[in-house]
């Protein structure tokens, strides 16, 4: 087996400029209100200016704030998701080990983005989502019987992960025993100030375990995606092995880490404004739910680091020109309460219909299990609502520890009682 980490330090030193401009404002930026996106990239947004930025590497990509622009980065096949571009603006150190094994759809380009997404694509239809309502329901309530058999529990370990593991296990076919295995190596992959080695070694660990479970699933029809993937594509060479394995990979962690996140920040979200939660709770109304849920997701947006890009042309975008070779961030977290599309942007209000946000992302890239993710939370936040009426924070929130150090915003875990 070649060594995931081979080729990495040199890649990662070809990304970075030999100058960095110190007038330049630093990125990601630090959050003043764990709530909401840092307040210098929201000044930014609102003076109308697109700035460069020096990342952790030196590289000083363009920073788009506002909505259009963002969605219009996004949409436009000018801008390229290949992590291994020379001046591809990396988040981390450890975002390169995503180069260093099977591709994943998110940094492929067309057209081998779209003709591997097609054929999974039929998976992910709303119709298929809602078929997994009633299985979804009853993992919530099995989670929430064994929380209500006490006075008190940590709304993450207890609720969020359960759940979102449980359903992504039950989706993909994966054994939900070895659940603490990829969970742990999608920690490592996912800590922004952890190194290349160990992320590339973690996504490689998941790899190897992945294609084990496709080439079972080879041997032996089995339920779930990998199977059915496996029995539909693999006879006729449409997929391979690894593919399918890259596949199941990025569902797996992307399936439970994101949707846990919402699931306790949402949740804790909903507490901060009782009037809401307690609506929730009272009425069986799918529109109210609905919305909530939209509402959540565009006010919190969870990935909080930006969607990153490199122009493979010249391309102008809004009032900035972007030359070929330059990076690009579309800070979607800020975007998404930009008040020329949301005008009460900064505000959580369910009523507003939020329809129409990045969260999920936008264009080819637009996340695939977004109709799941949304079964999920629907379900979730209603349940919570309707049984646990009294819950509270057993902490004051000062006190709770955010993932500020994480790729994906959340909470590390969340004290509740009732």
Not at 191 to 217: F, H, I, K, N
Not at 293 to 319: F, K, P, S
Not at 356 to 374: E, K, N, S, T
Request: net charge negative.
């Amino acid at each position: 087996m070649t060594d995931p980490t081979t080729d990495l330090t040199t890649a990662s030193q070809t990304a970075a400029p030999t100058t960095v401009r110190s007038a330049d404002p630093h990125y990601p930026m630090d959050r003043q209100c764990p709530f909401a996106p840092p307040r210098e990239a929201t000044a930014i947004r609102d003076a109308g200016t697109v700035p460069r930025v020096t990342l952790w590497n030196g590289v000083r990509p363009w920073l788009f704030t506002r909505f259009d622009d963002a969605r219009t980065i996004l949409a436009d096949p000018r801008f390229s998701a290949d992590k291994s571009r020379p001046g591809y603006p990396l988040s981390s150190a450890v975002a390169l080990a995503e180069t260093a094994v099977e591709p994943t759809l998110l940094i492929m380009d067309n057209p081998q983005h779209d003709a591997v997404r097609r054929l999974v694509l039929g998976e992910f239809t709303v119709k298929r989502a809602e078929g997994w309502r009633p299985a979804v329901r009853a993992v919530v309530d099995g989670c929430l019987d064994r929380m209500l058999r006490g006075t008190e529990a940590d709304l993450v370990a207890d609720l969020a992960l359960p759940v979102a593991l449980t359903v992504i296990c039950e989706f993909l076919g994966v054994p939900f025993e070895d659940r603490e295995l990829f969970r742990g190596l999608t920690h490592t992959m996912n800590v922004v100030a952890g190194t290349t080695e160990s992320a590339a070694a973690a996504r490689q660990a998941l790899q190897d375990y992945l294609e084990e479970l496709v080439a079972a699933g080879e041997r032996e029809p089995r339920d779930g995606f990998i199977g059915r993937m496996a029995a539909r594509h693999l006879p006729d060479g449409t997929m391979t092995r690894p593919q399918l394995a890259a596949m199941a990979l990025l569902l797996l962690t992307a399936g439970h880490d994101t949707t846990a996140n919402m699931i306790s920040l949402g949740v804790l979200t909903l507490l901060r404004h009782p009037g809401h939660f307690a609506a929730l709770g009272a009425d069986d109304d799918p529109e109210l739910l609905a919305g909530t849920v939209e509402e959540m997701l565009r006010h919190l947006t969870v990935v909080q680091r930006g969607i990153r890009r490199i122009a493979t042309e010249d391309v102008t975008v809004g009032d900035r020109f972007v030359r070929a070779g330059e990076g690009v961030v579309a800070a979607i977290n800020v975007a998404n309460r930009d008040p020329g599309r949301f005008p009460a942007g900064e505000e959580f209000d369910p009523a507003a219909r939020a329809h129409g946000h990045l969260a999920f992302g936008y264009g080819p890239h637009q996340c695939m299990g977004q109709a799941l993710a949304r079964v999920e939370l629907q379900e979730v936040y209603a349940a919570v609502a309707r049984r646990i009426p009294t819950l509270r924070t057993a902490v004051p929130v000062e006190e709770i520890r955010f993932k500020s150090d994480m790729a994906v915003y959340g909470v590390h875990a969340l004290p509740v009682t009732w």
